[in-house]
């Protein structure tokens, strides 16, 4: 069995995030780029599968630039077997790389598809439920546990009022949380031999994608600095500025 395993690059999550000063975007000159967290928890999961033997083949795959190969040889380095990178200058939105990853899904018959939930840099949470949708394909969203036996998957997923056990049959679709696992470091033997790991590319027109942006960003601004609080002096002030000022009582 296969595992395909999406990953993004995006701003490391220990960076602070500035606006470029005309307020088109986010600014990415001399900025830390690392794997989104939710994909590392994927990669993650991936390989405790195949080290479970119930898979035999992870691959790692990205899009964007050809700065993307970094995040792809992170993955690689992890454990992961091999490597695509979709090749675009253009800058993709949910809807393009669902289907972007729905050409390789064809084309590589995974039965397991396993992303993160979403992307720290445009929360969107949106790629793994329009793939699923596209392949007309089951799907598991805001999985923190997974357990996998023969065709059968069963996930728990958190709900509003507690947790949620989901069974589905094999071929997949799964974007996990943060409380899933805890990701492994890739060691330097493993960083090295990552490096002799094959890696194919592809363009979107190699797919027969049209990957041009349906959305346009206004504007990007920062948000309000948040006031400080105050020291009230007894509990009916505080009782006072709840009920008059805050209106919560």
């Not at 296969?2 to 986010?26: A, E, H």
């Not at 590319?201 to 959305?215: C, H, I, K, Q, T």
Request: aromatic content about 2%; charged content about 30%; overall charge negative.
């Amino acid at each position: 069995m296969k595992i395909l395993v999406p990953v993004k690059r995006v701003i490391d999550y220990n960076v602070k995030v500035r606006v470029k000063s005309d307020n088109s975007g986010v600014e990415l000159a001399n900025v830390k780029m690392s794997m989104n967290p939710f994909d590392e928890i994927a990669v993650e999961q991936a390989l405790r599968i195949k080290e479970a033997s119930q898979a035999e083949e992870v691959i790692a795959i990205s899009m964007g630039t050809q700065s993307c190969q970094d995040t792809i040889r992170t993955a690689l380095a992890m454990g992961a077997d091999r490597g695509i990178l979709v090749k675009t200058e253009t800058e993709l939105e949910p809807l393009a790389v669902a289907k972007l990853l729905k050409k390789i899904v064809e084309k590589e018959n995974p039965k397991l598809v396993i992303l993160g939930k979403q992307a720290i840099d445009d929360d969107c949470n949106q790629t793994g439920q329009m793939l699923a949708a596209m392949l007309n394909w089951p799907q598991s969203t805001f999985v923190s546990g997974l357990n996998l036996s023969g065709e059968k998957m069963t996930t728990i997923r958190e709900v509003d009022g507690g947790l949620e056990h989901l069974e589905s049959s094999l071929p997949v679709i799964v974007t996990v949380d943060l409380r899933l696992n805890e990701p492994r470091y890739a060691s330097l033997p493993n960083i090295m031999k990552a490096k002799r790991k094959p890696l194919d590319e592809f363009s979107p027109d190699d797919l027969g994608v049209d990957v041009s942006n349906r959305l346009n960003t206004i504007r990007v601004e920062e948000p309000p600095e948040r006031k400080a609080g105050i020291i009230v002096s007894s509990v009916d002030e505080l009782i006072d500025k709840l009920k008059n000022e805050a209106k919560v009582i």
